[in-house]
């Protein structure tokens, strides 16, 4: 019993002790880059975001959101010129953990429960 006591004391003090670093303030506005798979494909989008708007930039096409502050570490993406129903729907983005010039993030449709994550890279 006292071995069972002291492993669960160990393991509280060192997940207590170690935290993700969260430094999202820092990344509120800039240049980022963000790569992922599509179709098998790697491809690139970079967006430039100041604290009220992003604009994305995919394959020569830009589009632009309207973000909303839900605290330092939480917004919401809303595109401002859908050009269909699926695009009308909102995203709830999370910034999860933060590195020096990287942050990884959660992201899914507002009010869904099927979240997706990625890392972002800020350029500028």
């Known amino acids: 019993m006292r071995q069972i006591a002291l492993l669960l004391f160990y393991f509280l003090l060192v997940s207590s002790c170690y935290q993700q670093e969260r430094e999202c303030i820092n990344f509120h506005t800039g240049t980022f880059e963000f ?17 009220t708007i992003e604009i994305d930039y995919f394959r020569g096409k830009s589009d ?17 010129n859908p050009k269909n129903r699926a695009e009308k729907k909102a995203i709830h983005m999370k910034i999860l953990t933060t590195d020096k010039n990287t942050y990884t993030f959660e992201y899914g449709l507002v009010g869904e429960t099927n979240k997706q994550r990625g890392t972002t890279k800020k350029i500028k």
């Open 35 to 51: 790569e992922t798979f599509l179709d098998a494909e790697l491809v690139k989008t970079t967006f430039v975001r100041n604290d």
């Open 64 to 80: 632009t959101s309207s973000i909303r502050w839900i605290n330092d570490c939480e917004y919401i993406l809303q595109k401002l």
